[in-house]
């Protein structure tokens, strides 16, 4: 993808990439895996809340300086 291309091909591109990170540690290692699951459901709603917004906005960020 080259140039001022179809957004669709960006966003495409963005959650196929989503999916390869999201997917490296339960197939490298699935205990470690189990164990981060574990204790996310541990977290409150406000602190999962509030894990979100700063990936929100960290991933916000990015786009922006790549973008810019």
Do not use: H, N, Y
């Not at 591109?13 to 540690?25: D, I």
Request: hydrophobic share 60%.
């Amino acid at each position: 993808m080259s140039g001022a291309g179809d957004p669709w091909d960006a966003l495409l591109l963005a959650f196929g990439l989503m999916l390869v990170l999201e997917g490296l540690l339960p197939f490298l290692s699935p205990p470690q895996w189990r164990a981060l699951f574990a204790q996310a459901a541990k977290l409150t709603d406000g602190q999962l809340r509030f894990l979100g917004l700063t990936a929100l906005i960290v991933g916000c960020a990015i786009l922006l300086f790549a973008f810019d």
